[in-house]
Structures are given as C-alpha cells and as structure tokens.
C-alpha cells in the first residue's frame, strides 16, 4: 500500500532521480493519488510505469471524483514527467479501477506530455 498523506505538504520527500521503470503490483492507491504523485514527481526520468492489478480506493461519488482529479492536476503544474514514455495498465476483467487509473493519467497532459497508455487485460 503506498502511503498517503491529507496534503501535498505533508509528503516526505524522496527524490528517484535514476528510477527509470516502475513496477506498481497489486497495490492499494488513495483516490486522491497523492501516493502515486510523488512517485511521479520525484522521478524526473521514469521511462516506464506500470500498475499491476491496482486498486484504486474509490470512496467518493463519481462527480465528486472528476472534481478532485482535475483539483489535483492544477496543484502540479511545477511537476513534469516529459521522460515517461508508457504507462501500462495490466487489469483483470470486471477490475473498477481501470477507469480511475486512466483519468488521473489523462487528466495530466501537460505534467505527462509524452506519455502514452497500454492496456494488457489478464485472467
């Protein structure tokens, strides 16, 4: 589970300057992404990220949701990942969260401006 924080201060800072793939494995992210966001801030020259039958802890209607995405997107406009070539999606039929992990990452162009997204869908 990555760790999660009520604000963007409060993050520790940990800086993956030579981080360049990144394997995210059945893994729980907040609906805020917050976990995920430092990762991608403080990895300047990830190539490659990928999520692994993650789940997104969804506790908030959708509309409530877009919103806070979009929120989110605007509190990083000092974050670039332009090195991040490939976002992989590897979901199982039926996984809820696939929809979440997509609007976050397109919800990011300018922070992502590179990046393209692959889905691989396994048994």
């Known amino acids: 589970q990555l760790l999660f924080y009520a604000t ?3 993050l520790p800072v940990f800086k993956f300057e030579n981080l360049r793939s990144l394997l995210l494995d059945e893994c729980h992210i907040s609906d805020d992404f917050l976990g995920l966001q430092q990762y991608l801030h403080n990895s300047r020259n990830l ?3 990928t999520l692994r039958c993650c789940k997104v802890l969804d506790y908030r209607h959708n509309k ?3 919103e806070r995405l979009h929120k989110s997107s605007e ?3 000092d974050f670039n990942c332009e090195n991040l070539r490939l976002s992989e999606i590897i ?3 039926g996984d809820t969260s696939v929809h ?3 609007m976050f990452l397109v ?3 300018t922070n992502l401006p590179n990046n393209k997204i692959e889905f691989t869908k396994i048994d």
């Open 8 to 10: 963007r201060e409060d």
């Open 47 to 49: 190539k490659k990220l």
């Open 64 to 66: 409530e949701m877009r």
């Open 75 to 77: 509190d990083l406009v």
């Open 91 to 93: 979901y199982r039929d």
């Open 100 to 102: 979440l992990l997509v």
């Open 107 to 109: 919800g990011m162009p």
